[in-house]
């Protein structure tokens, strides 16, 4: 391992950042600044930093809520739902189950309706297990109040969250069957592999056409999904492991088009979300490191 601590915890201070922002792009911007923030510091005075990584994660934080309260202002003119950036991850993530939930596009989709002071407090508690004196430094308000926030947010985050979570074998078995019934344009197969009140939202942030609003209803979203198959071009699916869970990549006439990830529930879909901004796929090509 290098000496260097912000090389030691570059992906921990990006999966912070990231989880903060749901934007791979500003996560970057953040991480960089912070080391810009790390760099400056005087040798001699970054020798005395008894704790690096509390440090760091201190400052990433702070310049993450800087700019989550800029994007919030930012997201309200946003064309169309919002969704959070995907990201190519490795077999790791999926192995450590709060970490693939939490980096889920479905919890990501969550941590949005948070404030970003309860986003900042949620995520550093519940995800990465930092002491609440910590989080206080990091967050400018004291530990007693932080205490609050956090209950807040728990509670806030149960109430909206998946209500089970199911493990990678049977989630990939679930999409499989999906993905097996859009190919044939099988109806009564997507019928039975999705929920009926399963919700489709999807992202093209007017950039590409996207439905403005949540499409609801099995028998909505299987019409349109058979449509998608008997249309004019060339469709192809293909699974990948996006934020923890899988995934599915669709090409329309060989152009990469969509990416999409699931919420699996009592062995149906109850939950799509299909990023089709191409803005938004610029980390799908190669992994993303993301530790706690």
Same mark, same amino acid.
């Given at each position: ?25 500003? %996560? ?124 807040? %947010? ?40 999705? %929920? ?13 056409? %996207? ?82």
């Amino acid at each position: 391992m290098t000496d260097d601590p912000f090389v030691a915890h570059r992906s921990l201070l990006f999966t912070v950042a990231y989880e903060m922002l749901g934007s791979a792009a500003d %996560a970057e911007d953040v991480v960089q600044e912070t080391w810009l923030r790390w760099d400056g510091v005087d040798v001699d005075a970054r020798a005395e930093v008894r704790d690096p990584r509390a440090y760091l994660v201190r400052i990433v934080t702070r310049l993450a809520l800087n700019r989550l309260r800029t994007l919030a202002r930012r997201r309200e003119d946003y064309v169309g739902e919002w969704l959070p950036e995907p990201l190519l991850t490795s077999p790791d993530v999926a192995d450590d189950v709060a970490l693939a939930d939490s980096v889920s596009i479905a919890m990501l989709t969550v941590l949005e309706t948070l404030g970003p002071t309860e986003r900042a407090v949620f995520v550093l508690r519940e995800v990465f297990d930092v002491p609440f004196d910590e989080i206080a430094h990091a967050v400018g308000k004291s530990p007693a109040a932080v205490r609050q926030v956090a209950h807040r %947010a728990r509670e806030h985050v149960a109430a909206r969250r998946p209500r089970q979570q199911v493990s990678r074998a049977e989630q990939d078995a679930v999409v499989a069957r999906f993905l097996d019934a859009v190919r044939g344009g099988d109806v009564t197969a997507l019928l039975d592999v999705l %929920a009926p009140d399963v919700v489709v939202v999807a992202d093209g942030g007017g950039v590409v056409l %996207a439905s403005p609003r949540p499409v609801r209803g099995a028998a909505r979203v299987a019409q349109f999904l058979s449509l998608l198959a008997a249309g004019p071009g060339e469709v192809e699916l293909t699974t990948l492991p996006l934020n923890g869970g899988a995934g599915v990549r669709i090409h329309l006439d060989g152009e990469q088009d969509t990416f999409a990830t699931f919420v699996v529930e009592d062995g149906r879909i109850t939950r799509i979300h299909a990023v089709r901004n191409p803005h938004k796929l610029g980390r799908v090509d190669a992994e993303t490191l993301l530790t706690r």
